[in-house]
């Protein structure tokens, strides 16, 4: 039986550029802050995290969501404070429907990085499935005033007021 890396050797370092560089910093979409800059710029990428984040890629991607998150979780460790990681653990909490636990770690991740574009979708999402209508308006406006070229943020936002029935408002977005 070939192993998972049998399938193709490129995968790991693909993976590896992918994700460490969403770990270890704010998305490139986003004009950071000059402290973030800073913080960004000074900040190296660890190794170990780097390892821990590929292997827990690699869990994901086949399905196993508790190594996934065990490495995710140990890399955080030695990473506290990144926006991606808290995403990571997040989207595996998702996918094993526990959005509670998901949302309460995105809600971290935001206060982390604000302006995490990622962080706040994820939110808006999970507010929209538990039907938290205000908490959804809020992070859509967000993403607005951040983006400020989605449109679907747009269409989103409007959808909510309709279903809120604030008609006008819907119009206005």
């Given amino acids: ?10 995968i790991p370092i693909l993976l590896t550029g992918l994700l460490v560089f969403g770990c270890s910093a704010p998305r490139a979409t986003v004009a950071p802050q000059p402290e973030a800059q800073s913080r960004a710029i000074s900040e190296k990428i660890n190794p170990r995290v780097e390892a821990l984040v590929v292997r827990g ?24 404070n990144s926006p991606g990681l808290f995403l990571a653990i997040a989207q595996v909490y998702q996918k094993m429907n526990r959005f509670d636990t998901a949302l309460e770690l995105l809600k971290q991740g935001a206060v982390v990085d604000s302006s995490h574009v990622e962080i ?3 939110l ?3 507010y929209e499935l538990k039907q938290e209508n205000e908490a959804a308006i809020r992070t859509y406006k967000r993403l607005v005033k951040i983006s400020q070229i989605d449109v679907d943020y747009l269409v989103r936002l ?16």
């Fill in 124 to 126: 808006a999402f999970l």
């Fill in 158 to 173: 409007a959808s909510l007021y309709l279903r809120s029935g604030e008609h006008d408002k819907a119009i206005a977005e």
């Fill in 120 to 122: 706040l979708e994820n």
């Fill in 57 to 80: 890629s690699i869990a994901e991607l086949i399905g196993d969501y508790q190594a996934a998150l065990d490495a995710y979780q140990e890399a955080k460790v030695y990473q506290p």
């Fill in 1 to 10: 039986m070939k192993s998972a890396f049998a399938i193709n050797s490129k």
